[in-house]
T-cell receptor
Framework: EAGVTQFPSHSVIEKGQTVTLRCDPISGHDNLYWYRRVMGKEIKFLLHFVKESKQDESGMPNNRFLAERTGGTYSTLKVQPAELEDSGVYFC?????????FGPGTRLTVT | RKEVEQDPGPFNVPEGATVAFNCTYSNSASQSFFWYRQDCRKEPKLLMSVYSSGNEDGRFTAQLNRASQYISLLIRDSKLSDSATYLCVVTMKTSYDKVIFGPGTSLSVIP
């Protein structure tokens, strides 16, 4: 069974630019989560999809972040415009029930 | 007070040692509990779920004490490959599932 995949693995952009991260969950997993880990800090929840619906987006830092999951399959997380403090590793996870399986993450660097 | 707290670490132990990690959570509505391990610059990987009756998987034993709102992970006969950061994860069932990661405890097993 293929695991959670994320693209790109690394992204370096300048402040003010736009970046879109993609996550492909494990097939059949209705739950999809986005997390972020800023250097030296713990992993923070961003949002949770159940199929195509946003179940909880209380962790989204501000309206520069937009997540979508059209058709309930893959998800994108867009940051527009990016700021320096957005740098970190963005993890996606999927689950059928409560046990979550993580993707390898996208390391985002905003310069 | 953080919702999920863990031993600050780091733990440096010799091979073959037994090491225990503790995790406390503040919200009594917490329902599901997990231990994840995260290797340096990698994604978190599910180590084990934690059940009320306690559970064991080889050298790893997890226990839950709901009254004290406390979770533990015991590793026996430590191996070099056990070196990683161990994350305590708590899920609360409110109107949606809220997932909270602890800050993690770093373990280094020394030859």
């Amino acid at each position: 069974e293929a695991g959670v995949t994320q693209f790109p693995s690394h992204s370096v952009i300048e402040k003010g630019q736009t970046v879109t991260l993609r996550c492909d969950p494990i097939s059949g997993h209705d739950n999809l989560y986005w997390y972020r880990r800023v250097m030296g800090k713990e992993i923070k929840f961003l949002l949770h999809f159940v199929k195509e619906s946003k179940q909880d987006e209380s962790g989204m830092p501000n309206n520069r972040f937009l997540a979508e999951r059209t058709g309930g399959t893959y998800s994108t997380l867009k940051v527009q415009p990016a700021e320096l403090e957005d740098s970190g590793v963005y993890f996606c996870a999927s689950s059928r029930f409560y046990e979550q399986y993580f993707g390898p993450g996208t390391r985002l660097t905003v310069t | 007070r953080k919702e999920v707290e863990q031993d600050p670490g780091p733990f440096n132990v010799p091979e073959g040692a037994t090491v225990a990690f503790n995790c406390t959570y503040s919200n009594s509505a917490s329902q599901s509990f997990f231990w994840y391990r995260q290797d340096c610059r990698k994604e978190p990987k599910l180590l084990m779920s934690v059940y009320s009756s306690g559970n064991e998987d080889g050298r790893f034993t997890a226990q839950l004490n709901r009254a004290s709102q406390y979770i533990s992970l015991l590793i026996r006969d430590s191996k070099l490959s056990d070196s990683a950061t161990y994350l305590c994860v708590v899920t609360m069932k409110t109107s949606y599932d809220k997932v909270i990661f602890g800050p993690g405890t770093s373990l280094s097993v020394i030859p």
